[in-house]
């Protein structure tokens, strides 16, 4: 018997062929998984050979470093069990489970709930005496408030809400770990990381993507449910969250519930200047033709789905009031460009022009290379007293140092059980919280208009302190 196992339900379907199996398949390779078993489960009555001829496929499209000799050792973890989400089919696993095993629903989400509980009626949810029982579920967790709520019942009714692992993958990237450390690991840091010395904060995520093949489910979400609910959430949170007194999961997680509890509710009466959506129309990148959003395939020919989203939050507290935080994502943009950019307040004095060459800014870039950069003002060389900006860069990859994809990471931490970068309940809850005034305003009329290519709807400058300009994303 191995001494993990994992089971993936949902293991013909899409997320276990692009994702996970790629991302098993090379902690396997480096040897991070010596003595894990594999355990596909899914509607189809597959063999096991034939199990693993649709992984050896998948592996050989979405793994870089696929060799026949590393699969040849990878097939042995692997085995299938067919059935559906009942619990008398389910039971089917029961010998096959280790002491310690992990459940990963590869589901669509409504299927999240039934198989929780189904799960838990086949008599698998509870950690036997000598190991654990953990299910990891991955977001979008409910499409609003209620359902999100109705969720977390469902799933406490077999599961402690330790065992739970809910994953938003923006918490596996480098650079979103790579901001607690940097804020938390360097002395000048944090005597400055507040409203005194921080003007503004942008937090950006667009892409040139459009809807792609998921017409069906984002037609549905719409960019405020897709990104800013759970990704940009958390780049928010971890951005403007206290340090920690202890290195620890439940004390990160408290922290940055906090700073959701504390942002300025948007209201109905608040919502234009906090909130705007976009949707793209017809347009070009490159010398590419885009097509608009509502002719993509699958989606309304009339939909109102907004494929950019912008809100502007402030935070009622010690540390931010004053200090607003832009966020922003959206689909079909200028380019694939992500960061976290915090802007710091003018130097006082009354500085030379000559002499001061613009406001500081501290930079984690996400996309398109990782990496961050301070932006000064140093001496221009030469005979005159005068500034001239510099950009101090560290880039994020090292030659010394192996980098991981979110996948990657968060299955370690999985088997491990190390819940840091996983969400818990209050987190999801409280960032639906904060959005449902947004969500209910945006039941009746229309996203502003942009063009496929292009930074997103004009109207995002709206949101805008006087004196604040949205950073370019081309
Ligand atoms: C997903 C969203 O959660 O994150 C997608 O559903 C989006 O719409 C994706 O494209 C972005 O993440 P990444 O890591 O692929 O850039």
């Known amino acids: 018997m191995a001494a993990t196992t994992l089971v993936i339900l949902g293991a013909s379907g899409d997320l276990t062929k692009r994702l996970l199996m790629p991302a098993l398949y090379r902690l396997h390779a ?40 590393q699969w040849n050792r990878f097939r042995r973890q692997l085995d299938y069990v067919g059935g559906e989400l009942k619990a008398d089919q389910l039971s089917a696993l029961k010998d096959r489970l280790s002491p310690a095993t992990l459940f990963y629903l590869a589901l669509p989400p409504p299927l999240f709930g039934v198989a929780a ?30 359902s999100a709520e109705a969720l977390r019942t469902q799933m406490h009714a077999h599961w402690e809400e330790e065992q739970i692992l809910r994953i938003d993958h923006f918490l596996g990237k480098e650079t979103t770990q790579n901001l607690m450390v940097f804020r938390f690991a360097n002395r ?43 990704h940009l959430m958390q780049l928010f949170s971890l951005t403007a969250m206290a340090p920690l007194a202890e290195w620890d999961a439940e004390v990160l997680r408290n922290h940055k ?20 959506r976009g949707q793209y129309r017809a347009g070009q990148l490159g010398r590419k033709k885009l097509i608009g959003y509502r002719s993509e395939p699958g ?57 001061h060459a613009g406001n ?33 860069t560290a880039p994020y990859a090292s030659p010394d140092h192996r980098e991981f994809s979110a996948y990657e990471q968060l299955l370690m931490d999985a088997f491990e059980g190390d819940r840091t970068h996983f969400l818990r309940f ?8 904060l959005l449902m005034p947004v969500l209910d305003a945006w039941q009746s009329g229309t996203p502003d208009f942009y063009a496929a290519g292009s930074e997103g709807p004009t109207s995002q400058k709206r949101l805008l302190d006087a004196g604040h300009a949205w950073r370019s994303i081309a």
């Open 257 to 276: 519930v906090e700073v959701l509890r504390s942002v300025v509710p948007i209201t109905a009466a608040t919502i234009d200047s906090h909130a705007v």
């Open 117 to 146: 509980t189904a799960l838990g009626e086949a008599g698998v949810a509870k950690s036997p005496r000598n190991g654990w029982r953990r299910l990891v579920v991955e977001k979008p967790f409910g499409t609003d408030l209620a």
């Open 299 to 355: 989606i309304a020919r009339g939909s109102r789905t907004e494929t950019f989203a912008a809100l502007r939050l402030e935070i009622d507290n010690w540390r931010w009031r004053g200090v607003p935080f832009y966020l922003r994502s959206g689909k079909r943009l200028a380019s694939n460009y992500s960061e976290i950019a915090v802007q710091f307040r003018e130097v006082p004095g009354a500085l030379p022009k000559a002499v």
């Open 426 to 433: 209050d987190e999801v809850e409280w960032a639906w919280r």
């Open 360 to 392: 500081n800014w501290m930079i984690f870039r996400i996309r398109p290379v990782e990496q961050m950069d301070l932006l000064v003002t140093a001496k221009r060389p030469g005979l005159e007293l005068a500034g001239r900006p510099v950009v101090l």
């Open 188 to 230: 000048f840091i944090e005597p400055i990381w507040n409203a005194q010395h921080i003007a503004q904060v942008q937090i950006t995520y667009a892409e040139t993507l459009g809807v792609e093949k998921r017409a069906a489910y984002y037609d549905k979400a719409g960019a405020l449910r897709d990104m800013l609910q759970n």
């Open 30 to 69: 480096l040897g991070l998984t010596p003595d894990l078993r594999i355990v596909g489960y899914a509607m189809e009555s597959w063999s096991r050979e034939h199990f693993e001829r649709h992984i050896q496929k998948a592996l050989q499209d979405f793994a870089p470093d696929y060799s026949a000799s």
